[in-house]
Every structure is written in structure tokens, then in C-alpha cells.
């Protein structure tokens, strides 16, 4: 639906294990802030929502880890939201170190409210999204 | 082909984030403890294999996150070897909070050389998994 | 003021960076374990103070990293409560691989209410941690 | 002896905890990213110095919080080399909402060859790092 997000990531000490390399669920991190990351260049943000009593939660991860990455390495979170229907949105993502491919995921996220319930993306955050 | 392995997991602040739940990564530590604690139990350490060069990665990560825990919650993780060939170990892992199911995975983990190359887990280790 | 209580702490991957050991950041993680099960052996847990808009949070920290840790390792987190005065609690922690110190803090906790404001610790609650 | 040297940090899920703020803990990663940044616009990288055996590793850290940041929040973490000698940088490091001080620090780093002896910071480094 939406044009791929790009967002870089450093590779800092935290982010390693004592293999020498990033901590598989590290990635889940980069992904997160990749996602927040194309939120915010929507216009749309976290402490906003949170306002508004509402939430996202991941509902489903379907990761692949093809290639490591080691400390000081730049990395890209690229995030493609494949749709929005209802509460859901499912959305296409990717950690490459230039041209490689180290990670690959399909996230679905549930958009609920305080009370854990699902709720539909309300129609402003629906429309920021879907320009 | 092994019996499940129960380990339990206390939540503490580090675990949680604003939404007032775990956070979503958290889970793989947990489920990685988990793995960990099923190979102790066997007798198979990550020390020992680090010394002869051999390390575990995970290749493939399928993850649905049913239910949410909170703070002080004492939780247990599940974990079943589901089949061992040559360098790959299919697993299936559950957390949950007493009789409630809250994230189910599958997991892929292959055996790794210093390298980074996949190696058939040694036969004393297959043994110690077998038993 | 109280007598030193001891939690165990198993090192995983999680917990440790590309050195080869425990990231440094990890063992105020440990340190907050250890209190909070100080606090849960005395009956007090944060979710029931969360319920009546009360909370600590760390205010001060000295910490001296004397030795490392690393993988499969199994430490100590040893926490005394040095005295408690109105909404400030003062600890003395020390991480232990046996005999051998490796991590010692001094932690200064405040209590606060919902708004973030210091308050006095209740007295329910003095009395569960003096007795 | 340096100027101070200022790197951006955007808050995100990872960073917070139940209470709604940021982690205690998590300031320390932040820190430690303002170490390694100014290190890296200096021409100084983990990646090499590990390479020639070498690393940095955390003595002393002596820290104030005295705000709470949350999420969305942007915020900046200013490093100084208060000195180096031999083996031991001293730095003070102060992260910051703009113009409010939520976190200072002081903090003691070491340079440790591979057997976590401390060595002298190499004169071409030591040179970087100078001028």
C-alpha cells in the first residue's frame, strides 16, 4: 500500500552477544523503531494515541535470519505496509546492510484500546497512513 | 522427540514497556532462556561448545503473541525438540501464564562453526539431546 | 537495617556483548532483580503499589565494575537495605560469582506517587521491610 | 580536555517500562552510544581496536537521575573526555531534553587488552582522541 520506509540503525555494544554478533532479538527492536519511525513520518505518534486510549500490539512475527551483523555496522529497516484492514495492519519488513539481506519479517499488528481489545484505526490515523 | 521442558520466568520492570505489558521482544530472551536451560538440563552448555568452536543460531522464527503479561507475573516457558537432522533443530516453544497460552513459536536454530558455517551437531551432543 | 538478601542469577546470551562478557548495563538490570525479590520476599510487589499510584525509581547510582562475567556464568545479587527515611531507601548491592565480587553498588530509591512526586514510603510498607 | 559532543536519542517502546518512563538501565545504553559516537567522529571504532586486541570496558559510573523522559521523547547526550591517562578516561556525560538535565554522569572507561589486563590507549589513538 504504502512506498517502502527506510530508517538506519548503528550497531552499538548493546545490540551484540558474546557470538561476536547482533542478538536475534535485537532485530525485533530495529524493527519496531523502523515502524515507529514511518508512523512519525506520517504524523502520527505513540504519545499521541496513547492519549487517545489507544495502542499497537504485535499479534504475529514470521521472521527469517539469513546473514549476521556485527558491532559498528550501519544497518536499514526498510517497512512496507502491505495493508490496513479494520484493526490490522500487516506489514512487509526488511534489515539489509546495503545491498545484503540479513533479516526478513511479516509483521501483523493489532491497533487496541486500554483495554486490550481490538478497535478500527480511527479514520485521521487511516488517512495520514494511507496518503 | 524430547519431553517438554518447563522453565519458569518472574517479570521484572526491564521486561515491561509504557503500554504496561512485556514488551514484545522480550519474549525471544525468554524462549531463548528457555532453550538454554532444556540443554543445562542435558548437560550441554554454551561455554563448553563455544570452546570447541560451535555456536547456535537462530535461522527462522515464527512467533504469535496470543495474550499479555504483566509485571510480577510468574510465567513458564515450554520447550519441545521437535526433530534434530544434521546442523538444524526444529523446536516448539510456549509461554504461558498457568493454564493460559500467551505466545507460541516455532523455531529453527542450526549449529554453527566459528565461521558462521553450518555444522551437523557433534554425535556426543545428539546423544546427550537424544536421551 | 536489614540482613543481606541473596538472589540467583544465570548469565545468557542476552546478557552478554561481543567482549565475550556480561554487557555493562545488564547488571543494573540484575541489581533491580535483586531488590525486587527482596521486596516479594517481604510481601511488597509492584503491582500492588502501581494499584494504590505508587512506585520507585532509582535516583542515584554508584557503581564499581570490578571483574567480568561471561556466558553460563551463575552469580549472587546481594542486596542490603541500608536505611529508609521518609521516601528515600538506601541499598548497598553487590554482584558475586561465588566468593569473588565482581559488580558492588550504593542505590539510592525514592518513592514517588502517580505524578512522579516523592512521598513517604507507607507505613504498611516500612513495617514489612523492618520486620 | 575534549568539547563536549552531542548525539541525538529518539525514545522509543525498547526504552520504557511499566511505569511509563524510561528504564533506569537504559540510560547507561545511551550513554554508551554518546561514548562510542564521539569516538567514531574522531576516527576511533570498536570494530578496529578489537582487531588489534583492544577494548573499552566500564571501571566507574557514578549517575544521577534527576528527571524521567518517556516516549516519542527526543533527546541529547552530551559527552566529555575529562582526561586521559594511561589506560583510564574519565568523561562526564550528561543527557538532556533540550535545555533540562534529566541524567548526569561520571563515568571511568578503561582500555583492556584481550586478557582484560588495562594497557596504555595507543599514541595513535591517543592522538585522535586529542586533537
Known amino acids: 500500500m504504502t512506498k517502502a520506509y527506510h530508517f538506519p540503525i548503528r550497531i552499538y ?9 547482533v542478538y536475534h532479538a535485537t532485530y525485533l527492536k530495529f524493527m519496531e523503531r523502523g515502524r515507529t519511525e514511518l508512523l512519525r513520518a506520517r504524523g502520527v505518534y505513540h504519545k499521541d494515541l496513547a492519549k487517545r486510549g489507544l495502542g499497537f500490539v504485535v499479534r ?4 527469517w535470519y539469513d546473514k549476521p551483523a556485527g558491532i ?12 490496513i484492514r479494520g484493526a490490522r ?6 534489515v539489509m546492510r546495503g545491498s545484503e539481506i540479513l533479516v ?3 509483521v501483523l499488528v493489532v491497533v487496541v ?3 486490550g481489545r481490538p ?6 490515523v487511516l488517512q495520514l497512513l494511507r496518503d
Chains 1, 2, 3, 4 share one sequence.
Not at 559498528?72 to 517497512?79: G, M
Not at 495492519?89 to 526488511?94: A, I, N
Open 60 to 63: 504475529h512475527m514470521d521472521v
Open 13 to 21: 555494544y548493546e545490540d551484540t552477544d558474546f557470538s561476536g554478533n
Open 89 to 94: 495492519l500487516e506489514l512487509g519488513q526488511t
Open 72 to 83: 559498528d555496522d550501519e544497518l536499514i529497516v526498510e517497512t512496507c505496509v502491505n495493508s
Open 113 to 115: 484500546s486500554a483495554n
Open 119 to 124: 478497535v478500527r484505526l480511527p479514520g485521521d
Open 104 to 106: 526478513r519479517a511479516r
